[in-house]
């Protein structure tokens, strides 16, 4: 992400990511990239008192960084980020949480990158413009 050029569109389900990227989000919304947070309205609709606390604290952290946070109404099971998405530059990243520690904890991810300039990789590419685009169409702000 640190080499985006123009934005940053994040998919997500209820945030958990944000603080491992708070700080991600904050060094590129300072240097004038565009970032912007996608997540489904319906993985908060049924959260306990405690659990939509966090999550809200986790919304206030990514705007306080310069995030742009947007909801969609259904889940399309999106979970990428896409950077300088609708250019010749365009990268899908993927990430997935590992268990490394003794305690069992959820700290380290693997990561998979997505390049237009390959060309086994540029039809993936393509399908997630058009689903970011889609997407786009129909994302809400999201006021508390």
């Known amino acids: 992400m640190n ?21 991600v989000i904050k060094e ?10 996608i997540f489904p309205i319906s993985k908060i609709k049924d ?14 952290d990514l705007r306080h960084v310069g995030g742009n946070v947007l909801y969609t109404e259904n889940d399309n099971f999106l979970r990428c980020t896409i ?10 990243i993927t990430s997935k949480r590992e268990r490394r520690n003794r305690n069992n904890k959820k700290n380290k991810y693997r990561f998979y990158q997505y390049h237009m300039e390959n060309e086994h990789e540029k039809t993936f590419c393509n399908l ?3 689903i970011h685009n889609l997407v786009l169409e ?7």
Do not use: P
């Open 3 to 23: 080499n985006a050029q123009h934005s940053v569109v994040m998919f997500g389900g209820d945030l958990s990511w944000a603080d491992d990227y708070k700080h």
């Open 47 to 60: 959260l306990s008192h405690h659990a939509s606390v966090d999550f809200c604290k986790r919304v206030d």
């Open 28 to 37: 590129l919304t300072h240097n004038t990239i565009k970032v912007t947070i």
């Open 83 to 92: 950077v300088d998405a609708d250019t010749n530059d365009m990268k899908v």
């Open 128 to 130: 997630f413009t058009l």
């Open 138 to 144: 129909k994302a809400k702000k999201y006021e508390e």
